[in-house]
């Protein structure tokens, strides 16, 4: 390019007088200076960023960033992305179209298992499940133990299997003694309305549209197994090692969202629950389920041998032990690098 610009400078001197020359320089600088103008206004736009949401109290925070404006003020663009399924966007992250996704930890170690390539790297803990994830029965089932022979509606790429494998467990059941049925989450309220199940494994809204029924109620919730149910955010490694300040940038963002929600709760809850079409009253009471961890607090949990770690490997056994994912899969990564330094 310089050798391009140095002819049409040649060009230009020789067709000017002497006293041209001043002119030529003047104009010279003023292109310069547009030039530099115009590089300044590109390296000043934000990096978009697909961020894929679907219905979950948890899931929430980058679109409130994003609403209020914190995305671009932190140095980048959320372009928030509604999938009506969990399932949506495990398959999309498969196929490539997503560099990165909010997901559960069975989700993110599903997809390890299924393209060990794409398997992706955990960078932030949204928030853990302590009753946010329930299992719901129609009348005439009182307990877990009731379960036995019955239709039970899971999602397999969800938490549903592991939750439904833990409460089963604990009540001296396994998965054997229920009949297991594959229907999407948002199905599942019919299906329970209409006796297709007798049971299912969900999470508001969907537990909340089935409560509206009335012909289910719930007798178990994660509140029962602390520190086992994650939702996290998940980012291609390829990606990651060459949009590292995006990340950050992400990630900042997020934090930012939640101290805006601390600040005023009401409109943020407004916000969001208009989002998924439920009421603030609901909202609020999803995520009396949910346990959201500062940044600051972060670091240790995502350490090496961390409790999100140690939580992988256990939904991996589980998962083995269920035949849904083969054995030998890789795990995903877990790093703190993209936290920043939050205060």
């Known amino acids: 390019m310089g050798q391009v610009l140095g002819g049409r400078f040649d060009f230009l001197l020789r067709r000017v007088d002497p006293k041209g020359l ?30 894929p949401i679907s219905s979950w109290p948890g899931y929430e925070y980058f679109y409130l960033a994003h609403r209020y404006g914190l995305d671009k003020a932190n140095g980048v663009e959320i372009n928030p992305t509604q999938y009506p399924d969990p399932q949506g966007i495990v398959h999309a992250y498969l196929r490539g179209d997503l560099l990165l996704a909010q997901l559960t930890t069975v989700e993110a170690v599903d997809i390890c298992a299924r393209i060990p390539q794409r398997c992706p790297t955990i960078v932030l803990i949204l928030d853990e499940s ?10 005439g089932i009182s307990s877990i133990a009731g379960l036995k022979g019955k239709r039970v509606a899971v999602t397999y790429s969800t938490l549903g299997p592991y939750v439904l494998s833990r ?18 989450l948002a199905q599942m309220p019919e299906a329970l309305k209409t006796g297709i199940v007798q049971a299912a494994v969900f999470f508001p809204p969907f537990s909340d549209y089935a409560a509206r029924d009335g012909v289910s109620e719930v007798v178990f919730d994660s509140s029962a197994i602390p520190e086992e149910v994650f939702d996290v955010l998940v980012v291609d490694p390829n990606y990651l090692r060459s949009h590292g300040d995006e990340i950050r940038a992400l990630v900042r963002a997020w934090g930012k969202a939640h ?49 999100l770690s140690e939580n992988l490997r256990a939904v991996k056994m589980v998962q083995e032990r269920l035949g849904l994912f083969p054995s030998g899969s890789p795990l995903p990564s877990v790093t703190a690098d993209y936290l920043g330094n939050p205060q």
């Open 22 to 51: 001043l002119r030529l320089g003047s104009f010279l600088a003023a292109g310069s200076l547009g030039l530099s103008l115009a590089v300044a206004g590109c390296q000043q736009r934000k990096q978009v960023v697909t961020v």
């Open 130 to 139: 302590r009753g946010g994830d329930r299992i719901a029965v129609v009348k």
């Open 167 to 184: 409460a089963l467990e604990l009540n001296g059941l396994e998965l054997g003694d229920v009949q297991l049925a594959d229907i999407p």
């Open 259 to 307: 101290q805006e929600a601390g600040r005023d709760s009401a409109k943020a809850t407004a916000v969001m629950a208009a989002r998924e079409q439920v009421s603030v009253k609901e909202f609020r009471e999803s995520e009396e389920g949910l346990v959201y961890f500062p940044l600051s607090k972060q670091a240790s949990m995502l350490k090496p041998q961390g409790v």
